[in-house]
């Protein structure tokens, strides 16, 4: 992590949980025209396990939140994994969020806003949001977000 | 609304609904790139009330098919809700949208093209959309869709 | 199909399924800003007819795989219906990756990386993936799978 990196982060007062390699045959950042397409991510305690359990029965509201800030953290760690690239991050653009929760549970916002909440800490000018609820979520995570970032150019890219 | 805005109404004959704050700590509407990500949005009632109930029990198929449609008004509401932004938009990209249903109801696409049907009627060159089917949503809204936009710049941004 | 298109199929041995119009009021590709938005593909057989059925009753995690893989060759279809323009692609972005499973079925990385395996196999660079499982999918096929390109100018366009 570079300097600049970290300054974001010290911003916010947060600490990175360490990135996970994805589950999967795929990669967990993308970078394409001027955005960061980052694979959708779980949230992690501090030694980078995945929280698992549904949210109505194992897992209640305040808990949930809790882990959609961590899988918001768990999304920056995910960018961070390049040295330098948190700090070209101009805005959060897009989140997909996921709670896996059972079928009369209708708290999906109140849980996702956790996610919202320590991005609208970091970066300006706000973000878009879907939200779902799902019955299954790989490995049983708690929450999944997948994000979209504005990201500006690298000193070193042509302009 | 711009007068540019409502001739993109007054073409299709569509009345919006009053755009719906975000029900989180979010924004409806992020603008970047040539594009806008618009949040996933419910039908709403005439007075801006959203229409709650799972598909295949509380509601059938048509009146879903209604809801979705009212929800592509949603989506159109909150492009509105920027004075001129309406009237840049050149295309709709993408639609991600979510049926909330019983788990072995299966006319998903029947349902959301009440919402396509609206949008073709509008903007020309078709959207690419992909269904599925839940069995929650936040607050247990029947339809939410999400969409990206393709936008024109603003008259005063830089070339 | 032009011989460059045919040509990153031979590089990966494979043969696409007839492309499938969508089930809807909506098109299966739109190009924009330098990205191909492709809808959300079924697995198809030979045929060209969807497969169907839930994972973890009637479809085991290996047969999933495979079908993942053949909705990855829909989703190629898809951008191949356009001569010239699969071989203007230049990475996969980003998928979104569907499994119509029961609610205790955790395996369902498994069942995507049959697509992510493919395409890996077909362009260079890794490619963003979200994963969720749903309790319904349109049609009840067993896989869905939506995708982001990255493409490149037709050699027409001005640049």
Redesign the interface.
Known sequence: MTPGDAAVLARAGVVLPPAQP?????????E????L????QAPLDPAGIPLRGRVGDEVDTGEARARARRTGLALLAAVASEPGRLSRVT?V????G?VN??????E???V??GC??LF?GIFP????????????????ITV?I?A?F?IAPKASDPQ
């Open positions: 994805p589950v999967g045959t795929f990669v967990a950042v993308v394409t025209g001027g955005l397409h980052v694979s959708g805005r653009v897009r989140l997909l996921m929760a059972v079928s009369d549970f209708t999906i916002s109140e996702l806003d919202s909440e609208t000018g706000g973000h878009a949001r879907t939200d779902v609820g799902l019955p299954a979520l790989p490995s049983n999944e997948e979209v504005a």
